[in-house]
């Protein structure tokens, strides 16, 4: 894929659409915003880098479950129920190998600064993955502006990051020493 072109759309996966059918009404009018923030990230993660298969498996593992815990549980301290369902679904479908990863891409997906360390390129792709929709590209990464409206236009907002600020200011309300628990340096 030529990075400078336009987009080489990635706009079903099957596991991806399994995993989140098995959410749709924990999710309830939020799943169509949901569905497309995670499909936004995964084709910012494949412009940042080229994918395989199995990373592309991975990465829609971990895109379906990275901001689920704020349903599921309720809460904006989503991080820990994510990784807690991701895990469970790893273990039951023996991937369990993959854990150490896609636990990798939840924890750190609000980093600020890049990953340091070992980490596998993938988790850094998926932090600026996420980062380039949450911000509207004001966080680019390297992904051009043409091409960010591609995936958009493919994948439309559908409420998602208005959903984002009224879970925000409501955690902020509440927690006001503690307003966005899950960003992390």
Same mark, same amino acid.
């Given at each position: 894929?030529?990075?400078?072109?336009?987009?080489?759309?990635? /706009? &079903?996966?099957?596991?991806?659409?399994?995993?989140?059918?098995?959410?749709?009404?924990?999710?309830?009018?939020?799943?169509?915003?949901?569905?497309? &923030? *995670?499909?936004?990230?995964?084709? #910012?993660?494949?412009? *940042?880098?080229?994918?395989?298969? !199995?990373?592309? @498996?991975?990465?829609?593992?971990?895109?379906?479950? &990275?901001?689920?815990?704020?349903? /599921?549980?309720?809460?904006?301290?989503?991080?820990?129920?994510? @990784?807690?369902?991701?895990?469970?679904?790893?273990? @039951?479908?023996?991937?369990?190998?993959?854990?150490?990863? *896609?636990?990798?891409?939840?924890?750190?997906?609000?980093?600020?600064?890049?990953?340091?360390?070992?980490?596998?390129?993938?988790? @850094?792709?998926?932090?600026?993955?996420?980062?380039?929709? *949450? /911000? &509207?590209?004001?966080?680019?990464?390297?992904?051009?502006?043409?091409?960010?409206?591609?995936?958009?236009?493919?994948?439309?907002?559908?409420? #998602?990051?208005?959903?984002?600020?009224?879970? !925000? #200011?409501?955690?902020?309300?509440?927690?006001?020493?503690?307003?966005?628990?899950?960003?992390?340096?």
């Amino acid at each position: 894929m030529n990075h400078k072109q336009g987009v080489q759309m990635i /706009t &079903h996966i099957e596991l991806l659409e399994t995993l989140l059918q098995r959410y749709l009404q924990v999710l309830g009018a939020d799943y169509r915003g949901y569905r497309n &923030h *995670v499909y936004r990230v995964l084709n #910012f993660c494949s412009l *940042v880098m080229p994918l395989d298969a !199995s990373q592309l @498996e991975k990465l829609a593992i971990a895109g379906a479950f &990275h901001d689920l815990g704020i349903w /599921t549980d309720k809460t904006f301290d989503y991080l820990d129920p994510s @990784e807690r369902l991701a895990l469970t679904f790893l273990q @039951e479908t023996g991937r369990h190998a993959w854990s150490e990863e *896609v636990m990798a891409m939840i924890h750190h997906h609000h980093k600020i600064t890049p990953v340091q360390g070992d980490a596998p390129a993938l988790v @850094e792709a998926f932090r600026k993955g996420d980062w380039i929709d *949450v /911000t &509207h590209g004001l966080f680019a990464y390297g992904v051009s502006r043409k091409q960010r409206k591609e995936v958009f236009a493919q994948f439309p907002d559908a409420g #998602f990051h208005r959903r984002l600020l009224q879970l !925000s #200011f409501k955690r902020l309300l509440t927690h006001p020493l503690s307003p966005l628990p899950m960003m992390k340096l």
